[in-house]
């Protein structure tokens, strides 16, 4: 069964560190990764997403994230990270052309002032 | 634009009853997505609606049921409520199936089942 591994369920960063969340799903064939974002009180909200092509993905907010194909994996990165970066990041992946996603456990990211 | 709304915000039931969920998606949105999120797991797809029709479902046991009404508004109903049921039950819109249109998410039911 397909199945998306979030590495870290929590991460304590201070501001202006760096940040990479990982990504690992299962599936072998062609994919639709997505990462999203769910700030304290908030809805969830899309960060980004990766299609085809560039297989480095700029999302809102300086987010980025790799596509690596051979290793499965859909890294979500920012290079200096904020106090109001503070929220729960969810991966999520399908093979499908609509939104049946299957979905990491999410990472709780809390960022010190 | 008013976002995706659930209601209720919080739900008390007992086991065995049945629990009905609602969903009111986009304006506009014509696919509506359920997905379950359990304390400590990942979301999981239970159903996807399009048009009025059932699209497509989860691996859930078919206790787990729901419908589209005309105005695209949709219902998720548990029936024969367990313990296990107890989670937090979100809703999604997109304006359609396509996953060139994003799909936005409201801000979830919480079931707790005692």
């Known amino acids: 069964a397909q199945s998306v591994s979030q590495h870290n369920h929590h991460v304590i960063l201070s501001e202006a560190a760096s940040l990479e969340l990982g990504c690992n799903y299962s599936?072998?064939?062609?994919?639709?990764l997505f990462w999203y974002v769910q700030y304290p009180g908030q809805h969830l909200q899309l960060l980004l997403k990766?299609?085809?092509?560039d297989p480095l993905v700029k999302g809102i907010k300086g987010f980025e994230a790799e596509f690596i194909k051979s290793k499965f994996s859909f890294n979500l990165r920012k290079p200096s990270v904020q106090w109001s970066d503070t929220a729960e990041y969810f991966c999520?992946?399908?093979?499908?052309?609509?939104?049946?996603?299957?979905w990491g456990a999410g990472t709780k990211l809390i960022i010190k002032p | 634009e008013a976002g995706v709304t659930q209601s209720p915000t919080h739900l008390i039931k007992t086991r065995g009853q049945q629990a009905t969920l609602r969903c009111s998606p986009i304006?506009?949105?014509?696919?509506v997505y359920w997905y379950q999120q359990a304390l400590g797991l990942g979301l999981q797809f239970l159903l996807w609606?399009?048009?009025?029709?059932?699209?497509n479902r989860g691996n859930f046991p078919p206790r787990f049921s729901g419908r589209q009404f005309p105005n695209y508004s949709s219902e998720l109903n548990v029936n024969a409520l367990e313990l296990e049921d107890s989670a937090l039950y979100l809703c999604?819109?997109?304006?359609?199936?396509?996953?060139?249109?994003?799909?936005?998410f409201g801000q979830g039911t919480r079931l707790t089942v005692v």
């Open positions: 999604a819109s997109s304006l359609g199936w396509d996953l060139n249109t994003e799909a936005f």
């Open positions: 304006s506009g949105h014509t696919s």
């Open positions: 609606y399009d048009e009025g029709e059932e699209r």
């Open positions: 599936y072998g064939g062609t994919v639709n």
């Open positions: 990766y299609f085809s092509g």
């Open positions: 999520a992946v399908n093979k499908a052309s609509n939104y049946q996603l299957i």
